[in-house]
């Protein structure tokens, strides 16, 4: 006999679904999925972007990208992001899987792929009122970043 749900359980099987959590120390804490890109230029200079005034982390620094919405795959929210944010625009194809972090904050844990992105089209512009700075991979541990992007550096460090 097959395996069945009520409609009740089935809708709340999927709200779970849509509202992924990770078990922690401390009980239940949400799930964030951010993709981020490391816009590498002609030059080996990595892109990165100073959090804004009024947003969590405000003037760390960071790889650029953003968070992955419901049934968008990481590829597609780069493509959205780079192109929101920095005015440019990438291919599905010219984004190559890299590393990933995974870290937990106080109220949530983030799982962020990060992609290498060496062609674009367009000419990089801060447009959302964010900093901007190309800088070689060894000057990257001279930025103040969140905590999940740190060990990426080392990594990016190790390839380039």
């Known amino acids: 006999m097959p395996f069945s749900l009520s409609p009740a ?19 239940q804490v949400k799930l964030v999925l951010v993709a981020a890109c490391a816009l590498i230029d002609a030059d ?9 005034e009024g947003k969590s982390m405000a003037g760390l ?12 795959r990481p590829e597609q929210t780069l493509i959205r992001e780079l192109n929101e944010e920095l005015g440019i625009h990438v291919k599905e194809d010219c984004l190559a899987p890299f590393a990933f972090a995974s870290h ?5 844990h983030l799982l962020m792929p990060l992609y290498l992105c060496r062609r674009w089209s367009g ?3 801060a447009r ?3 900093k901007l700075t190309w800088a070689r991979v060894q ?8 905590p999940a992007d740190v060990p990426l550096v080392a990594q990016l460090r190790d390839l380039l």
């Open 9 to 27: 359980s089935s809708k709340l099987a999927r709200e779970q679904l849509q509202q992924p959590r990770v078990a922690m120390s401390s009980g």
């Open 44 to 52: 080996g200079r990595i892109l990165l972007a100073q959090r804004p």
């Open 61 to 72: 620094w960071e790889f650029p990208g953003g968070k992955i919405e419901h049934g968008e």
């Open 104 to 108: 937990g904050y106080e109220t949530f």
């Open 123 to 125: 000419v990089v512009v």
């Open 128 to 130: 959302e009122g964010q």
């Open 139 to 146: 000057e990257l541990s001279n930025f103040p970043m969140p």
